[in-house]
């Protein structure tokens, strides 16, 4: 959104690596107090080792104080939290440990359609059998809990289904689930006895202040017993995702709820699971726990929490406003997150002329728009989407002036491929 | 061993996540002019983003330079180079494409004995099985091609075996392969069409001037027809272990040869590999691709790197004399890597103690050695050891004042536990 990086992280991350900078007036003192305290917890004061101890004890103790304010005190214990190196490395491990080779049915593991092609991706990578389970358009892409039942009945007829994922915010679709949703899912999920993962990566980017994100895992805390106490979740959060984006430090968390111990064993001490890069973990720590009111960390944070929560829900109207102008062009809600998955109507001509070349009809779509205006954009069916029906996934991150011309040219090709193939 | 991290290396990484560095002079200019050099090559002159180019593009083509003059020549293509956040992550990885879960047997990994425990676990999450196999003591732990085929062999009755694990300079037993052992290596894993799985991490830690690393890659490309271009082959090379021993960043990488393309695919796309931060990246860029001769960083570079190897050949040679002295220890010659392996008698008495505890021997020898002095060392038989002997694993990295006073305490605690148990 043209708003660079958040400078104050990235003045600790280089006191920390950089001691010599810890005394030089070219950083800023807050920054240089920060990595003081953050060296003072690293082994021989370096960043240099492995620094068990700040990856499993640390961060994640501060973690769950944080877990603990976002979710209006539903305790957290730290040693529910484990640090990774990104969800998409993650994913895999966890899944894994619900597939069991010796079983006669295979693992199922349910995933939204439309969703990120990563869960479906994870799921085959472990061993398991990715069910999709279709989102409801006509409600702005909530959960629909009786479509979820319907996958799931129908899937246990070649496997044994053992967990559901929920993406909230979703993506691409921008919608944030409501309290009410997220209770029918829980329902659900202890009815079942599915384990909710819970995709809850795009968090920080919930930007309508009447629709704010809820963690699952507080939502199941105000539930109260049995199900507080029952229904099992892995949530994940992303460094790339937060509000700081920086995806190349590949760092974040999982909390796990209502876990057997003997599950917990392997997150603890397998080596073979990605942790981390010790900056990474630094900076992630600094969201989690910034320093007090007054102080300019924590001031430059919140300025840059709140501008970029105000481009994107400026970015979404202005998707709204231009989309729902343009005929044969619709896009519901969006809530949060970080994209909009408009769904445009295609002519039948159009349809048979992409059987005719052998492709997906948005993917025959997607292409005609590259070459006409040099853009590039997502075909829905990279996600997935209700069947006859064809999306295109567009970012909501760029400058809103970038955005708007995207949505011009969007709109106005759009209009001309209706005429062409009318 | 006291060294600190390389200041140099540091700088680079601080300048790359701080531009505003860029132009201070608290940090010298050559780290700067670098950190310039780094920047151009990203997204948006930026680390923050995913820098997909940089991971599979940029950084593998400089590290297949680096490997072509390791290799005395032998060529390396940039695409079987594949970036990734260490060994401990990525060795599930590449055994589990070796799993094929619909056969009838499982596959097996032969893992050497004494050697990383990470090889052993992470055949069995993989889904594979490890099958040991001894290494030879009594020739300093070479790797003995008749007790393979006979590993091979007993194996055959439960699994197919598919890959065979050798650690070049071997870990923990301090043995460097001559290259005579190593073509016999590459003709059985020819012969038994296994792929070579050759964990080399410890390649920079060589320190023996008549006994040099030579990398699998470069010995199988001098053997020439057939077996250079049809003996699979996967090396690992690691930051931590590298001169640099920077393990908290987090970065390695693979190098891959004779696969058949597909196998590449999931190598260059999967999302879920796990990849390096990209300050791990640039400091592995940094150590693969240095400045030219006469620059400052080239400079401390090398200085850092003979006086490592210098350090390690020195407390190499105080491990030897020390032990070498001490009726009931036998320590083999050591050449290379972070470790020794030393022999220790356990007289029968004490293993009868061991047993009446439930304790391995060697694991009551160390325990009696905690609580008598303090000291903490690797009980053998973490890393296996020969049935019927005992070791202890001692590292050689603390300063030579530090590991003096190690290796006495070792053998004068070790003559009154004989004493004690005669």
């Known amino acids: 959104m043209g708003r660079g990086p958040l400078a104050v992280l990235r003045q600790v991350a280089a006191a920390c690596a950089c001691p010599e900078l810890l005394s030089s007036p070219a950083l800023p003192e807050a920054a240089r107090h920060r990595a003081r305290r953050v060296l003072r917890e690293m082994d021989a004061g370096n960043i240099?080792?492995?620094?068990?101890?700040?990856?499993?004890l640390g961060v994640p103790t501060r973690v769950a104080r944080f877990l603990e304010r976002r979710d209006g005190g539903v305790p957290c214990n730290p040693g529910n939290v484990v640090l990774c190196s990104g969800t998409a490395s993650i994913l895999p491990f966890v899944m894994s440990l619900l597939v069991d080779e010796t079983a006669?049915?295979?693992?199922?593991?349910?995933?939204?359609?439309?969703?990120?092609?990563?869960?479906?991706?994870a799921a085959r990578l472990a061993g398991a059998v990715a069910v999709p389970y279709p989102l409801a358009e006509e409600r702005g892409w909530a959960v629909d809990g009786d479509a979820v039942r319907r996958a799931l009945g129908r899937a246990r007829a070649r496997c044994l289904p053992k967990a559901l994922c929920v993406v909230?915010?979703?993506?691409?679709?921008?919608?944030?689930l409501s309290r009410q949703s997220m209770e029918d899912i829980i329902r659900l999920a202890g009815e079942e006895n599915v384990l909710l993962l819970a995709d809850e990566v795009q968090q920080e980017r919930a930007f309508l202040p009447d629709r704010p994100f809820l963690s699952f895992k507080r939502v199941l805390g105000e539930m109260g017993a049995p199900l507080a106490s029952?229904?099992?979740?892995?949530s994940f959060y992303s460094l790339s995702k937060s509000v700081a984006g920086e995806s190349g430090f590949r760092a974040g968390f999982l909390e796990?709820?209502?876990?057997?111990?003997?599950v917990m064993v392997p997150f603890q001490l397998a080596q073979s699971i990605p942790r981390p890069c010790v900056l990474g973990r630094i900076?992630?720590?600094l969201l989690m726990d910034p320093p007090e009111d007054g102080d300019p960390i924590q001031q430059a944070l919140q300025e840059h929490t709140q501008g970029l929560r105000r481009d994107l829900a400026h970015n979404a109207r202005l998707v709204q406003e231009v989309l729902g102008r343009a005929p044969g062009i619709r896009c519901r809600p969006l809530h949060g997150g970080a994209r909009a998955f408009p769904r445009i109507q295609l002519p039948p001509r159009a349809l048979r002329q992409a059987r005719a070349l052998g492709?997906?009809?948005?993917?025959?779509f997607c292409q005609e728009l590259l070459e006409a205006t040099g853009m590039v954009l997502a075909p829905g069916s990279e996600f997935g989407q209700p069947e006859g029906t064809h999306h295109v996934g567009l970012s909501l991150l760029p400058p809103a002036e970038?955005?708007?011309?995207v949505l011009l040219t969007l709109t106005s090709f759009h209009a001309a491929f209706l005429r062409r193939f009318s």
Chains 1, 2 share one sequence.
């Open 48 to 56: 240099g080792g492995y620094n068990h101890e700040h990856r499993a």
């Open 104 to 121: 006669a049915q295979p693992t199922g593991v349910l995933v939204p359609v439309p969703g990120p092609p990563l869960h479906g991706a």
């Open 168 to 176: 909230n915010p979703g993506d691409p679709t921008g919608h944030v």
């Open 230 to 234: 029952t229904v099992q979740l892995v």
């Open 256 to 262: 796990l709820v209502n876990m057997e111990e003997g």
């Open 283 to 285: 900076l992630l720590d």
């Open 359 to 364: 492709l997906e009809p948005d993917v025959f």
């Open 402 to 405: 970038t955005l708007e011309r």
